[in-house]
């Protein structure tokens, strides 16, 4: 009889990470899941023996298993608390981590880099910062997740002429006959006024600013038509810039349908001109979930003291040298200015914010952004060869890292690149969402039922009035304690069936599926939040198998359909109840494998692994592994 110490006893390479977890130990022959021994005196085994585990102990680091499966969300907009998702213009944005199994430090990184690359809008994208959170005896306890949003209007862009800041919005409009230079001068040499939709242009390097962001557009040397707006990051490759829930009127002629704007205000030309302002919303089509231009009659405004009780038309424009345009976004809500450059008069045609005007009536007022256009970008066309738009002022966020849509204006086959936007890349992985998205109530066109428009614009900080809100496990209520089945609900992943939520324990949320900020969250205001987690995470407890690789005892590994040289399962829990840290275990009652010698078996060194169900070496030991091994004759 033969009792074997096992160790990789390597402690002098035990590694810790930045907040001081062990996270490896030992490395090559000594790790400790994979470990060799040397016996500078052989060990002799008799002949027809049998061998048990008598004891093993490991030490298991805080692990975290992330499967294809593993999900989050994250929300940015109006806190849905006994409010259906339909009064929100905001959506969840799902979060998901690749595959692996994590230590604390790790899966830390991983999240935030996770959260940095999810489609959120400008003001909040790639502003998160995952940190551990310890508890009083320093142990760790979840993660905290803070969002830092912009709270300040930016400066105005400096042009540079550059190719990628102007771009062709449409397969008709052509690179070759834009000219595009620094003072942010756009002419198009080639426009052709049998088409409509000929000459526009997008500038799709930087969004605009929710933070009293303004596109300021002079139209004084354009002469004749123009149309100056706002648009989603709409993709050229794809039904020639228009989105995927779009009427296109003349489908037979699409060379004639003007270009796609969510919001956009144009002149006719001419003698006759006007002014036309439009949005691109739902609920008027045949089919009601179809977005259309819809016209807004700002000049039979309601308010008290509307600038405009006409439509402005050649003559208004001249008298009154009105020689410019210009947006402001506050939050969700656009407002529209038309002036004068040389005075610094603006009037207003469309506010959310003036209360001389109906600030919130469908009717008057433009829809507010939503996930699909919350990237908005500078959108410009002209009709003449001697017509030029000035952009006098952008409000564009600058960050690094943020994406447009990229083509290949050469080949137009070659489908173009989401950016960083939410919208250009659901038109990839689920086109559906914006269907979906845009036809909620709260941002469809006016009618009898739907009559006023509910904005969230900026707060005290000076940032978009929104809340962040962390949706980690299947929505539910859990108001009544006594509730034994709670009930599932939709408050904010509606429409998602079999796209739940799964990682509520993971971070930490115990039984709890959302964590609002105004419950949960902690900070400077709005503009810099930290969600924290009230309990604690659950680690996941890893299988595990004691391996010996050079003893000639055979079982079978099913999971593998083969033999196996595997001689104890390691439980979940050791003889404590423990599943991480230093554990123990001594089976009360051994499993003998016989080793089928005939003779006596003399060996120089034991090669033991750790391994999963598949036999592949676990990742999750730190420290010292002791494995104690019983060898006897055979009892029969």
């Known amino acids: 009889m033969s009792l074997v110490i096992l160790s990789n006893t390597q402690d002098e390479y035990v590694r810790r990470d930045n907040n001081s977890f062990i996270v490896a130990s030992g490395n090559g022959i000594s790790s400790p899941s994979s470990f060799i021994n040397h016996f500078r005196s052989p060990l ?120 990628d800041e102007l771009v062709p919005a449409n397969t008709l409009t052509k690179r070759s006959y834009i000219t595009w230079n620094s003072s942010g001068e756009y002419t198009y040499t080639n426009a052709n006024p049998q088409f409509s939709n000929d000459g526009v242009v997008m500038l799709p390097k930087y969004p605009l600013s929710s933070c009293s962001g303004v596109l300021e557009v002079s139209f004084e040397a354009c002469a004749g038509p123009w149309t100056i707006g706002l648009s989603r990051a709409t993709n050229p490759t794809f039904n020639n810039g228009y989105p995927n829930n779009y009427v296109v009127k003349d489908a037979q002629n699409p060379d004639h349908e003007p270009p796609f704007y969510d919001y956009m205000i144009e002149f006719t030309g001419g003698a006759d001109g006007i002014i036309r302002v439009q949005h691109a919303v739902t609920g008027i089509s045949q089919n009601k979930t179809d977005i259309v231009m819809n016209q807004i009659p700002y000049w039979q405004n309601t308010g008290t003291d509307p600038t405009f009780e006409e439509i402005i038309d050649f003559t208004k424009i001249s008298a009154s040298g009105l020689d410019r345009v210009r947006f402001t976004l506050y939050g969700n809500a656009l407002a529209l200015d038309i002036g004068n450059g040389s005075t610094s008069t603006y009037y207003p045609i469309i506010s959310p914010i003036n209360a001389s005007l109906n600030n919130t009536d469908r009717r008057y007022n433009f829809k507010p952004t939503n996930n699909a256009t919350e990237a908005l970008y500078p959108k410009l066309q002209i009709y003449d060869t001697t017509d030029e738009l000035d952009i006098i002022t952008y409000n564009g966020l600058v960050q690094d890292g943020w994406q447009g849509v990229t083509f290949n204006e050469d080949d137009l086959s070659i489908p173009a690149v989401p950016g960083s936007d939410w919208y250009s890349n659901q038109l990839v992985t689920d086109p559906k969402r914006i269907r979906f998205l845009d036809n909620r109530d709260c941002l469809k066109a006016y009618n009898a039922s739907l009559t006023d428009y509910s904005y969230n614009m900026i707060n005290a900080s000076s940032s978009p009035d929104y809340n962040f809100v962390i949706i980690a496990g299947p929505e539910r209520d859990l108001t009544t304690p006594s509730q034994t089945k709670p009930t599932f609900t939709e408050t904010y992943i509606i429409g998602r069936e079999g796209n739940s939520a799964n990682m509520s324990e993971v971070l930490g949320f115990g039984k709890l599926s959302v964590l609002e900020q105004s419950i949960y969250g902690n900070g400077l205001g709005r503009s810099s939040v930290i969600i924290t987690p009230p309990s604690n995470s659950l680690f996941m407890a890893h299988e595990g198998f004691i391996r010996v690789n050079n003893l000639t005892g055979v079982s079978y590994n099913g999971a593998k359909g083969s033999i196996s040289k595997i001689l104890y399962q390691i439980p979940r829990f050791d003889n404590s109840g423990n599943v991480e840290g230093n554990l123990y275990f001594s089976p009360g009652e051994k499993t003998y494998i016989e080793l089928g010698n005939t003779d006596r078996l003399i060996l120089n060194q034991l090669d033991v692994d750790i391994v999963d169900r598949s036999e592949r070496i676990v990742n999750d030991l730190i420290g010292s592994t002791v494995v104690v091994l019983y060898i006897r004759k055979v009892r029969r």
């Open 44 to 163: 002799v085994i008799e002949p027809d023996s049998e061998v048990a585990v008598e004891s093993v102990k490991i030490a298991k680091g805080p692990t975290f298993d992330i499967d294809d499966n593993s999900l989050f969300y994250i929300y940015h907009g109006k806190e849905l608390i006994n409010v259906n998702a339909c009064e929100s213009t905001k959506e969840p944005v799902p979060v998901r981590i690749k595959r692996g199994s994590y230590t604390v430090s790790s899966l830390e990184q991983r999240m935030e880099n996770a959260l940095n690359r999810a489609h959120m809008g400008p003001e909040v994208w790639g502003k998160y910062k995952v940190n551990v959170n310890l508890d009083t005896n320093n142990n760790f306890k979840n993660f905290t997740i803070n969002q830092v949003a912009n709270s300040s209007k930016p400066a105005n862009i400096s042009w540079t002429g550059s190719n």
